[in-house]
């Protein structure tokens, strides 16, 4: 146990008990306690394997390169279309982490196991993705914005082509392309 990660156990939150659970089991398995992204994250040879975190609805485990793992329980779930790497085991009460542990432990071995291989997910290309038609009309028109979303690193190009897929409506897409063009034409991610 970290005793920098021992606030995030002891503060009156929903999943309190449960994150406990985890954090036993998870030590368990040999891994080292670290916080990361202000959530606990255990590490093999300070690689990434399990983190836990919390939402309304539901705790989790996630697996950093879950999409690795073979999933014999079919368990393990991609948070949304975009996530390439990472899968989540979702709970909602603690009897049914006790239940699961077993099964968790043998999921984490395995993840350890991947990273010790030196596994690597097979992430798509930036190009793999399409690109909205009413930001391809800019790219076309606008040299210099083409230019420019080409300069960015290959996450911040992905970033700005997902928020661009998002709406249904074209119109909102068309919107959230004027939005962000200068913010392109800086230089700048979505998030920057």
Not at 90 to 96: A, I, S, V
Request: with cysteine; hydrophobic share 40%.
């Amino acid at each position: 146990m970290n005793p920098k990660v021992d606030f995030f156990f002891t503060q009156d939150q929903k999943w309190r008990e449960e994150f406990g659970q985890l954090r036993t089991i998870i030590l368990d398995c040999g891994l080292t306690e670290e916080l990361k992204w202000g959530v606990p994250c255990y590490t093999l040879q300070k690689k990434n394997i399990v983190l836990m975190h919390g939402f309304k609805e539901y705790c989790a485990l996630l697996f950093i390169k879950g999409a690795l793992l073979k999933d014999p329980q079919a368990i393990l779930i991609q948070q949304t279309k975009h996530v390439q790497a990472a899968r989540q085991i979702r709970f909602t009460d603690l009897e049914e982490i006790i239940r699961m542990e077993p099964v968790l432990k043998a999921y984490i071995k395995e993840a350890i196991e991947v990273e010790k291989a030196g596994l690597k997910v097979d992430y798509k290309k930036t190009g793999d993705f399409t690109i909205p038609e009413e930001f391809q009309h800019k790219l076309d028109k606008l040299p210099s914005l083409r230019t420019a979303f080409e300069a960015l690193t290959p996450g911040r190009q992905r970033a700005y082509i997902f928020y661009f897929s998002q709406p249904k409506r074209s119109q909102t897409r068309e919107a959230r392309v004027e939005k962000c063009m200068e913010r392109i034409l800086g230089g700048k991610g979505l998030d920057d």
